[in-house]
Nanobody
Framework: QVQLVESGGGLVQAGGSLRLSCTAS????????MGWFRQAPGKEREFVAA????????GPSDSVKGRFTISRDGAKDTVYLQMNSLKAEDTAVYYC??????????????????WGQGTQVTVSS
């Protein structure tokens, strides 16, 4: 079992930046890969990006490519999502996820995935 604690959400104007952080409660294989999803009101949850302790990445998704960057502090099992050039359509609850592999995280549906509580990102136009 691992708990994921997210921080960094908030309200920002379009064109601005935010950085989300997510830290795993303990070092475990279930946090070998960590990533981010988002869910806007009335929409399905969407994969954003993921990264493992070796630095290999999956994503970012086409909708955020060139604007969002995922990174990781492997020693702390903390993952970051740097979000630049934010748009109103980036408004969503952002969820941190972890699992033993990048593929498992990206799938978004495995019962092997651990989830954070979510952090709200609101971009005003």
């Amino acid at each position: 079992q691992v708990q994921l604690v997210e921080s960094g959400g908030g309200l920002v104007q379009a064109g601005g930046s935010l950085r989300l952080s997510c830290t795993a409660s303990r070092r475990t294989t279930s946090a070998y890969a960590m990533g981010w999803f988002r869910q806007a009101p009335g929409k399905e949850r969407e994969f954003v990006a993921a990264i493992n302790r070796s630095g290999a990445t999956s994503g970012p998704s086409d909708s955020v490519k060139g604007r969002f960057t995922i990174s990781r502090d492997g020693a702390k099992d903390t993952v970051y999502l740097q979000m630049n050039s934010l748009k109103a359509e980036d408004t969503a609850v952002y969820y941190c996820a972890s699992a033993s592999t990048l593929g498992t995280v990206k799938s978004g549906w495995s019962n092997e995935i651990f989830w954070g509580q979510g952090t709200q990102v609101t971009v005003s136009s």
